[in-house]
């Protein structure tokens, strides 16, 4: 699901919730149409009526919040998105609630998922792969540094604006981390072998699940695929990597050195932290101080001809979604300080 996200900050204040705080009103925001579905939450792009601004409001059905038992994964992912900030995360501006719906508005970020533009590719050239992999490393050491792990790394959820820098988005399984922490929750083909074994795991997961996008990014398909998901747990368990002859060898070196059993041993997760991977040899060259400030130009550069250009997004059906039934109380009191 694409999903446009960032952080519930305006320079005038912290907008929390309730119409109007932040300078948005729901009644404001005009609808245009569906940018991404999930199970229980819609992704819409709209408009400010009075600023003609564009945004990405991502909406949640209370009651499946709560039958999926989703409601500390949603206000955890709420409270993240206040307080990060950074280039490469996309920006939350305002949240709401109503009788039906938990509403969160985005910045739009219209250039599409990385992801599309990877399957159209077949597969990245090297100096593409180690563009999008720098600003990756630029926020995940953010992220830790707020003691944040992300948990879903994967090209659907990398999202190009309109210069053609990535934004992170949809921090659904991202969690504030005091020590450890044993949910199973990801996507199968990018899960650290800590996960599905329930060893208890940290931020040592995204170190992992970036060695798995680089080898997709730089191979066009991911390092331990299966037709169903215990074939890819069975396969990454193995640590049995097939590599492709064209792959450049000093990637892969890097690659091998995300992609360790023993978390304990995996670069990013060692003593230096991410300084570890950012001074590998795949990435020699690269000024981090120009990266952060997205100085390096972008390899790809999105089609857009204007600021809510929708056409990078795949098109969705739009039901009748508006027409949901609310909520009961007990089911909006989970809900109260949203």
Request: hydrophobic fraction near 35%; charge should be negative; proline fraction near 4%.
């Amino acid at each position: 699901m694409s999903e446009c996200e960032g952080r519930c900050e305006e320079e005038g204040g912290r907008p929390e919730k309730g119409d109007g705080e932040g300078g948005y009103r729901l009644d404001d925001l005009e609808i245009l149409q569906t940018i991404g579905t999930g199970s229980f939450s819609r992704v819409v792009l709209c408009r400010e009526g009075r600023s003609g601004a564009y945004g990405a409001l991502k909406v949640l059905s209370v009651r499946e919040v709560v039958r999926l038992k989703q409601v500390e994964h949603v206000k955890s992912e709420r409270d993240i998105l206040r307080q990060v900030n950074h280039p490469f995360i996309v920006q939350l501006r305002w949240c709401h609630k109503d009788s039906s719906f938990l509403y969160m508005l985005f910045e739009y970020v219209c250039g599409g998922e990385l992801f599309s533009y990877l399957r159209n590719a077949g597969r990245f050239s090297a100096s593409t792969g180690n563009f999008y992999a720098t600003e990756i490393v630029s926020a995940l050491e953010y992220l830790h540094s707020q003691s944040v792990v992300y948990r879903d790394l994967k090209p659907e959820n990398l999202l190009l604006d309109q210069d053609g820098h990535l934004k992170i988005t949809d921090f659904s399984f991202a969690k504030k981390l005091t020590d450890r922490t044993w949910t199973l929750c990801g996507t199968p083909e990018y899960l650290a072998p800590e996960i599905i074994q329930s060893k208890g795991h940290n931020k040592a997961v995204d170190w992992w699940a970036l060695g798995v996008l680089i080898y997709e990014m730089l191979s066009g398909y991911p390092p331990f695929f299966d037709d169903n998901p215990f074939g890819i747990y069975e396969k990454i368990l193995a640590a049995k990597v097939e590599w492709p002859r064209h792959l450049d060898p000093v990637a892969k070196d890097l690659v091998k050195k995300l992609l360790v059993q023993d978390r304990t041993k995996r670069l990013g997760n060692m003593k230096n932290g991410a300084e570890d991977v950012k001074r590998h040899r795949w990435f020699k060259g690269v000024d981090w101080h120009d990266v952060i400030l997205r100085r390096l130009k972008p390899p790809i550069v999105p089609r857009v001809t204007y600021a809510g250009d929708a056409t990078n997004f795949d098109e969705y059906e739009e039901s009748d979604w508006q027409s949901a039934p609310p909520a009961s109380e007990t089911e909006l009191q989970l809900f109260q300080d949203f």
